[in-house]
C-alpha cells in the first residue's frame, strides 16, 4: 500500500517535471519512470520550486571564519524570533563569542562567564514557545514511522513533529537547528544564548527547549570548532572561544553585502520526488535501497537567488 | 503494555543495583523508586558491568593533534577486520592523510590521490561484509520502533538492526561508526581508505558499505577537522590534509603507550536502566520525557581501564 502510494506520488512528480522540462505531444511515449537522483531532481525543478529567504527572517553571524547564516521561525517562537531581533538590532552578540561546543551534540554562543550585558530594549526572558497548535500550520507529511513522534513532516522548510491528538507541533532538533539555551525554569531562556545541533537530532531536546530557526549556511563554521574540554563542553580558556564579530538581521545589511539565498520549497509535487530520492538513493553506488528515511535525513537544498522572482 | 515493561524492568534494574550498593537489612523501606539519570546509572555501576576492549581488537590512529581509538568488529566484519590488521601491522597508513572530511556526513583516510600505496600480504580488495546470519548473535533488543529496520539493538556495545524473518543482522552507521570506503562495486573495497561518521546516522549507507568498529575515543579530533572544499568534502590542497603519523594495532604497542579502556556491556540488567535513562531523562532541566530514544542517542559508554579486573 505504502510502496504503492509512493510509486504513484513518484509517477506524478516525475511526469509533472517531465511537463516542466519540454511540453512533449500528447502521442509521444510517456516519459521515462527511471527513478530520479537528487541532483537530477534538482536539476529538473523550476525557478517556481524555491522561495526567496527573506532578508527580514534572517540573521549574518560574522565569524572571523566567514558568514553563518540562520532563517528565524517566528511562525514557531513568535516572541523569541522577535526579542532575537531586537538583540541583534542594538548589537547585543557583537563581540561575545561561542563558548561552548559539546561532540555530538550542540555549539553554543552568546552571554557567558555569567556575565550579564545590558540587552537594551530587548528582553532577558521570554516564555517558553516548545510548540504550537498544528490548526493553520502548513504540514507536508514525510510518510515515514517515526521513533519519536506521532507524525513528521515539514512545514516551510523546517522539520516538524505533530501530535494529531493533541492538536500540537513542534520543530524537530535536526543538525543545524538553531535553539535558545535557557536554565532549569522553562521560562529562562530568552535568546541571549543560542545554539545549533551539530550531531545526531537529539530528539530528547524536542518539546524541551525553544527552537527560533535553522543555520542555512555556513553550518561547518561552527561544526568544525575545537570541541571545549570543560563540563558540557565549555571552553576552559577565554582564548579558545571563537568571538562573534557582529549578529545581524540581513534587512540592515547593505543590500550589496548581502547572501540571498533560495530555499528549496517543501509544499511541491517534485519535493516529494526529492524526498523518494533519499528515501530510496539510485546513484549507481547505492545497492540496497533503505525504503525509508528519517525526518533529519532529508536536509532541504538552499542555493545562491539565481536572480529570477519565483512564480508563487 | 510497553509502558509496563519498561518499568519493570527498570524496578529491577534499579532494585539490583541498589542491592550492590549496600546489602540492606530486609526491614529496611524498599529502595527509592525515584528513575535514575545517565550519571546516575553509571555511578551505580559495578567493576563487572564493564568488559575491557581487547588491544589485539583495538587500533590507535596518532594524528598531530592525539590518539584516535577504534574497537573492531570481527563478529561483523571478520575478513575486512584481519585485512585492516594485516594493513595496520605493515605501517600501510603510517604517513597517509585524512583526505576528505564531508560536513554531516563523514571524515574518511587513507588511500588517496589514486595513488595505490604496496599492501604487502593484505589485500587491496576483500568481498562484502555489509550483513552477516543474525544466528548466534548476542543480541539486545533497544524495543523502540525505527524508521529504517524491523528491529535494532545492541550487540556486544556495537548498534545492531537485524531482520528476523530474513534471519540477517547488519551494523548501523550511528556517529562514530568506521566503515571500508568503496568504489561502485561491492567488493571494490578493503580497508586502505576507511571512514568515520560524523553527523547524522547516514542510515541509508546500512548494508551499503561495511562498517568494521567504531571509535570510542578521540572522535572529536575527526569531528571537528575542516571540512574540504572539494566534492564530497575532499581537500582541495595537499597540505590541507591531516596527515596519520600511525595506525597500530593496540596490541603492538609497549604496555606503558596504550590507553587502557572499558566499555559499559549492552547485556546487563544495569544497561536496561541506562537505555530507560536515555530514554526518559530525569536530569532538573528536562521537563517533557522524550518516551523513546532513538538507537543512535544511546552511547555507550567508555571509560579508562579501572585496574579491576571485571568478573565476568
Given at each position: 500500500m505504502r510502496t504503492l502510494r509512493r510509486l504513484m506520488a513518484m509517477v506524478v512528480a516525475t511526469a509533472c517535471v517531465s511537463a516542466a522540462r519540454a511540453a512533449a505531444?500528447?502521442?509521444?511515449?510517456?516519459?521515462?519512470?527511471k527513478p530520479m537522483t537528487t541532483a537530477e531532481v534538482l536539476a529538473a525543478s523550476?525557478?517556481?520550486?524555491w522561495r526567496t529567504i527573506e532578508p527580514q527572517n534572517t540573521i549574518y553571524m560574522e565569524l572571523p571564519t566567514g558568514r553563518v547564516i540562520i532563517e528565524l521561525a517566528p511562525q514557531f517562537a513568535p516572541h523569541y524570533v522577535a526579542n532575537v531581533t531586537a538583540l541583534a538590532q542594538q548589537g547585543y552578540f557583537n563581540g561575545l563569542w561561542v563558548e561552548r561546543v559539546q561532540d555530538n551534540y550542540v555549539a553554543q554562543w552568546g552571554e557567558s562567564d555569567g556575565k550579564k550585558k545590558p540587552v537594551g530594549n530587548a528582553q532577558r526572558k521570554v516564555a517558553a514557545e516548545f510548540e504550537r497548535t498544528s490548526r493553520g500550520l502548513p504540514f507536508v507529511p514525510l510518510g515515514e514511522p517515526d521513533t519519536y513522534a506521532p507524525e513528521v513532516g515539514f512545514s516551510d522548510g523546517f522539520p516538524v513533529a505533530l501530535d494529531p491528538k493533541l492538536g500540537r507541533a513542534w520543530l524537530i532538533h535536526c543538525y543545524g537547528m538553531v535553539g535558545a539555551a535557557r536554565d532549569n525554569d522553562v521560562d529562562s531562556g530568552g535568546g541571549t544564548e543560542l545554539y545549533a545541533v551539530?550531531?545526531?537530532?537529539?530528539?530528547?531536546l524536542d518539546r524541551n527547549v525553544t527552537l527560533l530557526g535553522r543555520v542555512v549556511q555556513g553550518m561547518e563554521l561552527l561544526s568544525s570548532l575545537p570541541r571545549g574540554?570543560?563540563?558540557?563542553?565549555?571552553?576552559?580558556?577565554?582564548?579558545q572561544r571563537m568571538p562573534i564579530l557582529s549578529f545581524k538581521v540581513?534587512?540592515?545589511?547593505?543590500e550589496s553585502q548581502r547572501t540571498p539565498l533560495e530555499e528549496f520549497r517543501t509544499d511541491t509535487q517534485i519535493f516529494t520526488s526529492y524526498v523518494e530520492a533519499r528515501r530510496n538513493r539510485h546513484e549507481e553506488w547505492f545497492k540496497v535501497p533503505a525504503g525509508h528515511v528519517d525526518i533529519c535525513n532529508v536536509p532541504i537544498p538552499v542555493r545562491r537567488h539565481t536572480g529570477v522572482t519565483p512564480a508563487h
Open positions: 505531444p500528447e502521442t509521444e511515449q510517456p516519459p521515462t519512470k523550476t525557478p517556481a520550486d551539530i550531531g545526531q537530532a537529539p530528539r530528547h574540554t570543560g563540563t558540557l563542553g565549555f571552553y576552559e580558556k577565554p582564548e540581513a534587512s540592515e545589511v547593505p
